[in-house]
């Protein structure tokens, strides 16, 4: 093994993220890898080997268990970091289980309504205008006000908070010094809000998500101070970057596939396997949150040493062919579409729910109110998000026929 192990994660990999992993995958299983922050870790990437391992105790999120062996990673303070991403059972399964409650079908089912109210407010502020950039119109404020309103974050301060989750997870490669910079004051700025919004809470309880943990922690003794303000954190988090990707993707895929738009306008019912087909082969994640083996383990046939950093290519797993038959074409009739996109096991996202009905409101509103949807720009000269963690569009500009229709999408 080199001692100064192969950077994947260029430019060239990141423009195409799809041919890199699919020339891993054909190399071997694990490979010794470093990360562009210069930490080194093992990365998997066929399907089998990383489902296995989404799902296996020996692989802990604990940064404690990282045996100081490169790993970095952000730098959270205590208010944010004691979250689900950060821990075992049963720390882990105790918190899971209190938001879990929130998350229920009939409760994501009720936020349906609330998510097509959001969609054709947003799309009836551009129908007139026959052009839009889909990703600031519609994919990052849907996104955002959803879990916004889910947490009771005051629609004042959704402005702020986005641009706090783009600092943290979307660094400016072309300024490190800068971008760390911004990263620590969003850490620090989103830190001091979320202890201020509980504050709030306590005050003035409403019928959000986190006034209900805050009952839970001063009146129920299930969470602690830090353990609340990471679980709004990481819910604001996850429930912002998930579907903003999601959608943000899935319209790109709709204006360059009018066949594909077409037949969901004749079928809407087929919206709900379009969603998952098309986080399966473009999700929003491209790894899953690290890990840290407890013992030496074996993955893939290779040994990986306790402690040392293991991350599992979700979207590597979700184009392996031996998993997925013509994994590389976009198949919304596809059967037993068992992808790891939002992951596996105990670790599953808490919010896929709500995740995939945002993305079938959004997506097939546009459909429906945008049958000419077509790009505005060739597609290589889209940008996307500097980011190997995440694999998102900065902007999707796209034109079609101006309407004044008010919920069309209806």
Not at 31 to 40: E, K, L, S, V, W
Not at 110 to 128: F, G, K, S, W
Not at 272 to 289: C, F, K
Request: proline share 8%; hydrophobic share 45%; with cysteine.
């Amino acid at each position: 093994m080199p001692d100064t192990p192969p950077m994947p994660f260029d430019a060239e990999f990141l423009a195409d993220p799809h041919a890199g992993f699919a020339r891993l995958r054909q190399q071997a299983p694990v490979h010794r890898i470093r990360t562009p922050d210069g930490a080194a870790a093992w990365l998997v990437t066929r399907y089998a080997d990383v489902r296995a391992a989404l799902a296996d105790p020996r692989l802990s999120l604990d940064k404690a268990n990282s045996a100081g062996r490169g790993f970095t990673g952000f730098a959270l303070p205590p208010a944010l970091d004691a979250n689900l991403l950060n821990m075992d059972p049963p720390d882990h399964t105790r918190l899971r289980r209190l938001v879990s409650r929130a998350f229920t079908p009939r409760y994501v089912e009720r936020m349906r309504d609330r998510v097509q109210a959001i969609t054709d407010e947003l799309l009836d502020a551009v129908a007139p205008l026959g052009r839009a950039d889909l990703v600031a119109s519609l994919a990052a404020p849907v996104s955002a006000m959803t879990i916004c309103e889910v947490l009771g974050v005051e629609e004042a301060d959704r402005a702020d908070f986005r641009s706090w989750v783009e600092a943290m997870v979307a660094p400016d490669p072309r300024d490190p010094a800068r971008a760390k910079e911004r990263m620590r004051s969003a850490i620090g700025q989103m830190a001091h809000y979320l202890t201020d919004l509980v504050a709030r809470k306590r005050r003035a309880p409403g019928e959000d998500l986190l006034s209900s943990w805050v009952t839970a922690r001063d009146a129920e003794d299930r969470l602690s101070e830090d353990e609340l303000t990471s679980l709004a954190f990481l819910t604001l988090m996850a429930g912002y970057e998930n579907p903003v990707h999601l959608i943000g993707k899935g319209a790109l895929t709709l204006a360059q596939r009018p066949e594909l738009a077409a037949e969901l306008r004749e079928r809407p019912e087929l919206v709900v396997s379009a969603v998952d087909e098309l986080m399966r082969y473009d999700g929003p994640q491209t790894l899953a949150i690290r890990r840290f083996p407890l013992e030496d383990v074996e993955i893939g046939g290779v040994r990986v040493p306790a402690g040392e950093t293991v991350l599992l290519s979700l979207m590597s797993a979700n184009r392996d062919p031996d998993q997925f038959a013509r994994a590389d074409e976009l198949d919304i009739h596809r059967a037993d579409n068992q992808h790891v996109a939002l992951g596996h096991g105990i670790h599953f996202c808490l919010g896929a729910s709500l995740t995939r009905v945002q993305a079938q409101v959004a997506l097939g509103t546009v459909v429906r109110r945008f049958p000419d949807l077509a790009l505005a720009v060739p597609a290589a000269e889209l940008r996307w998000r500097p980011s190997h963690r995440s694999h998102g569009l900065l902007e999707l500009p796209v034109v079609f026929t101006p309407t004044s229709r008010s919920g069309a999408g209806r």
